[in-house]
């Protein structure tokens, strides 16, 4: 542990799956900046090469590796080119998730509207999408007996969020395997190895966008619902999530394990009255 500068980050080599996405590509972005080696991962090479080429245009290093978190002979390719490569991980940030229209329920639906297949999909992509990745990477990290992995959990975790069925499901399995997983490393490994997550509010991106904008920028009924239901009045920027992100990848949470930390700008402690 390094006790003169517990939020260095410098040397150190990362992975962040869903790199070309809003949430993961600000916080590859962000840790290019403080000195880490990044490896960008995602399955649509264009979006995952502008992450690694905004990075290396600003003077970190970065490496972009189009792969696919649900399969495993791609996983196992991106841990072979990491070891030849770079020789060692130190952060595991599971980025990648998403949504899709058949597991949500819209208001002119009822549950029993929803397709099977769908919630499998958005299943598969939220909580099997982690579990991979950590369980291949993850590997690097037990063998060299240090790393921190961060999770992406949600607000549709701890509070029910109307419509998206199988997004609050899936993220709910990944928050707990999160915990799961953080007991697991520390009793078999040590406390070389810690599992966190992170909860975001609400954010905008592409995915969500027409579901809480409006063409001309003003907001949508449930777009306002949910600001009304933020103290802070307003969605979050994915920027903002790069403090709690630094804080669970440093030294500075040597001690931490299995937690999650919600950055919603109070959507978490409102009560709506």
């Known amino acids: 542990m390094n006790m003169d500068n517990l939020f260095d980050l410098t040397n150190k080599v990362a992975v962040v799956t869903g790199a070309g996405g809003a949430l993961g590509g ?163 490994l040590g406390e070389g190895i810690r599992v966190n997550a992170v909860a975001p509010g609400f954010f905008i991106g592409d995915q969500n966008r027409a579901l809480l904008t409006n063409p001309d920028g003003s907001l949508t009924s449930r777009g306002a619902a949910i600001v009304r239901n933020t103290p802070f009045g307003r969605f979050g920027e994915p920027e903002e999530l790069n403090g709690a992100i630094h804080y669970l990848c440093s030294d500075a949470s040597h001690f931490v394990t299995g937690i999650v930390i919600p950055v919603d700008g109070g959507f978490s402690a409102f009560s709506g009255v």
């Not at 690694?52 to 991106?78: F, H, K, T």
Request: net charge neutral; charged share 15%.
């Open 26 to 188: 600000a916080a590859a972005r962000y840790l290019g900046a403080q000195g880490v080696t990044v490896v960008c991962v995602g399955r649509t090479a264009n979006t995952i090469e502008s992450t690694s080429r905004a990075i290396n245009n600003s003077g970190g290093i970065s490496l972009p590796l189009p792969g696919d978190v649900l399969q495993e002979n791609s996983m196992q390719e991106i841990k072979e080119r990491i070891m030849s490569e770079y020789g060692q991980l130190d952060i595991l940030l599971n980025a990648a998730g998403g949504n899709q229209p058949g597991a949500v329920v819209s208001p002119d639906q009822s549950f029993f509207d929803m397709s099977i297949d769908a919630f499998q999909q958005v299943t598969d992509l939220n909580l099997k999408g982690t579990v991979l990745p950590s369980l291949i990477l993850g590997k690097i990290m037990a063998d060299q007996n240090k790393g921190s992995i961060v999770n992406y959990s949600s607000m549709a975790v701890p509070r029910a969020i109307t419509r998206v069925a199988g997004y609050s499901a899936s993220k709910a399995g990944a928050e707990n395997f999160t915990r799961w997983m953080a007991v697991e490393m520390a009793h078999k």
